[in-house]
């Protein structure tokens, strides 16, 4: 049975954690022939056994439990173990506790004790393919949104290398500031996500609008008008996608200032205003100052002096960041020597200092292959290129 439930003959894991040692060794027995079992006598040694590597595709839990009770132990196993199917068994008749476990531990199948062991396994069964079907689903949710992104950022890159070149460098940035949010961010994926597509509205301004935004230039009032219009264009390309509906809102709200002024206008402020919104808008400032020729540390006590325009937090985290980062030099390397993961310290120019590629942007394997098509045509490109050296 095991062999024909995965692909592979590896038999499902399954965690099972009951105050009953006997009960738990004669589950074992009866079901370790279909499925790779391992027991956990109380909660506290079954959430112990979820620090494991290779995960549980099914979590079974007793109810009454002395301590950790198995509603706090699903609830707990939850989030330890999203993707792990939950399974309650019970002997109380307490109907509304029994209701608030279920919802709480998101619990797939509920069995009354005492369970007979066919039961048990039709059940377990269940919940085995309860879990593939999520985590099917997961991985094409992945790739859906990697091709996705991908296929975005192929058409920012291609249309306006500029605002490209800033996605990354506001990317590395964000990066920076989120090491000091290693475990507290929730959702942190969609804030990064809405850091790397935040400049994609720029592909529906005319090229010299766009050019004179890169530049600095000062905008006419019409021209200023679609600058400020760029975080609802990027919101409309993005929505449609499934699931990109945070990265979206973090978008739209990445000019809200914390205290609540600036686009869009409403009532939202402070930490209701989405954390990757909060995000794009300090790291953006920030990189706009820089760009101009602002030292790193004058660039952020600038943003602290602007009293209520930014998370505080994030502020600290920036200065953190800013601090560490500080040190960096550049190098001179030939076309040839370009390697991926390098980050461009300045423009990459044609002979004729038609620019190619904006400065700030990390080499990629697509990127080194355009370079080397612009190489082979009349005007070239001017060589050597500088990069960015870290600091040691």
């Not at 009770?69 to 509304?96: I, Q, V, W, Y």
């Not at 206008?265 to 954390?275: K, S």
């Not at 040190?327 to 001179?332: F, M, P």
Request: hydrophobic share 45%; aromatic share 4%; net charge negative.
């Amino acid at each position: 049975m095991g062999a024909t439930m995965t692909g592979s003959g590896k038999r499902p894991r399954i965690l099972l954690v009951d105050d009953e040692a006997n009960l738990l060794d004669g589950l074992r027995r009866h079901l370790r022939r279909e499925f790779d079992v391992e027991t956990a006598v109380g909660a506290a040694k079954g959430l112990f056994a979820l620090r494991q590597t290779e995960p549980f595709e099914v979590i079974v839990s007793d109810f009454l439990m002395p301590g950790i009770n198995g509603a706090e132990f699903l609830k707990a196993a939850r989030k330890a173990a999203p993707e792990s199917t939950r399974m309650l068994l019970t002997g109380h008749t307490d109907l509304e506790d029994a209701a608030k476990t279920v919802n709480e531990g998101q619990v797939f199948r509920m069995l009354l004790k005492p369970v007979d062991p066919e039961t048990m396994s039709a059940a377990l069964r269940d919940c085995v393919a309860q879990h593939r079907l999520v985590v099917a689903e997961r991985e094409l949710l992945e790739r859906t949104l990697n091709g996705s992104v991908m296929a975005l950022n192929d058409v920012l890159s291609l249309s306006n290398p500029d605002a490209f070149g800033k996605a990354n460098r506001l990317s590395r940035r964000a990066a920076q500031i989120l090491e000091a949010f290693p475990d507290q961010v929730e959702d942190r994926w969609a804030a990064e996500l809405a850091v790397m597509l935040s400049q994609i509205g720029i592909v529906s301004l005319p090229p010299e609008v766009a050019e004179k935004l890169a530049l600095g230039t000062e905008l006419t009032t019409a021209e200023q008008a679609m600058a400020d219009d760029l975080p609802e264009v990027a919101v409309h390309i993005i929505s449609p996608i499934p699931r990109l509906e945070k990265v979206a809102e973090a978008i739209r709200y990445s000019r809200k200032n914390f205290d609540g002024s600036g686009p869009p206008l409403d009532d939202v402020a402070g930490e209701q205003i989405p954390f990757g919104g909060r995000l794009i808008h300090i790291v953006e400032d920030y990189d706009e100052l820089i760009s101009h020729g602002t030292s790193p540390a004058v660039a952020a006590a600038t943003l602290g002096s602007r009293a209520g325009h930014y998370d505080p937090v994030l502020l600290e985290a920036l200065d953190a960041a800013t601090a560490i980062s500080g040190g960096e030099t550049v190098r001179s390397v030939m076309l040839g020597e370009l390697r991926s993961g390098m980050v461009l310290a300045a423009p990459v120019t044609s002979k004729s200092n038609v620019r190619l590629v904006s400065a700030g942007q990390e080499v990629s394997v697509s990127l080194m292959t355009r370079l080397r098509n612009f190489a082979a045509l009349e005007d070239g490109v001017a060589e050597p290129l500088m990069i960015v050296i870290p600091p040691a």
